[in-house]
């Protein structure tokens, strides 16, 4: 029983926790998406099109956390996590695409990309805010032991990443001109999201349901 107590504990704490995530993905997917669109910046997009993975994904795991909190039966939770696992592997994979392309393509057309303080500002505070709850998350997961929750973990740590990067390309930009910096900070992006596609992918051909099967 105390155990069990334990697990409802753990899930009503990511319930929360997945709910404060899609409310900031998708206020940081508009506002860097719409920035990058308007200052023409492949970085500021990139930034913008991971948020909206994350907040795809999490708000899947939510579904999926919420299903067990309500006492949905394993095979129904188990049909939820594969699913959340398949769906971060594949947005992963088309994000790598789009920031290989476009990266490449930008600098050989010399598409220059305008100054945004609106795409600096949205960073600076998702640097902030992305390690928090990627450690929170972590701290309830010791207990839930779901891939698709750690899968979601990793994408916040490295959506941290990503705002840092991010911060730096816009901010260098913006105070230097120098536009080119933002396309080398978009490619550097891919050291971090290329083995975090690949480990999805394997996670979901892998049909694992739960942490202890690794």
């Known amino acids: 029983m105390a155990e069990l107590a334990l697990r409802q504990t753990a899930l009503r704490r990511g319930v929360r926790l997945e ?38 994904s999490g708000a899947t795991l939510l579904w999926r956390l919420r299903v067990e909190a309500r006492g949905g039966d ?23 695409a789009y920031v290989a392309l476009t990266s490449i393509a930008g600098l050989l057309l010399r ?25 929170r998350k972590r701290a309830a997961n010791q207990t839930i032991q779901s891939p698709a929750l750690r899968a979601d973990i990793a994408e916040s740590a490295t959506c941290a ?31 971090w999201l290329v083995p975090e596609a690949r480990e999805a992918l394997e996670a979901a051909r892998a049909g694992k349901t739960r942490c ?3």
Request: proline letters at 2%; charged letters at 15%.
């Open 19 to 56: 709910a404060i995530t899609v409310a900031w993905m998708a206020a940081e997917a508009v506002l860097a998406i719409g920035a990058g669109i308007a200052a023409r910046s492949v970085l500021l997009t990139a930034f913008g099109a991971d948020s909206l993975i994350e907040l795809i």
């Open 74 to 96: 394993d095979a129904r939770v188990d049909a939820v996590e594969r699913r959340a696992i398949w769906m971060s592997a594949v947005l992963l994979i088309v994000l790598c």
């Open 111 to 135: 598409i220059q990309p305008e100054r945004s303080w609106l795409g600096v500002a949205v960073s600076a505070v998702a640097v902030l805010v992305m390690p928090w709850l990627a450690s």
């Open 161 to 191: 990443y990503l705002a840092g990067v991010t911060l730096v390309g816009a901010a260098v930009n913006a105070l230097t001109g120098l536009w080119w910096v933002e396309y080398l900070a978009a490619v550097a992006l891919l050291r």
């Open 212 to 214: 202890e099967a690794d």
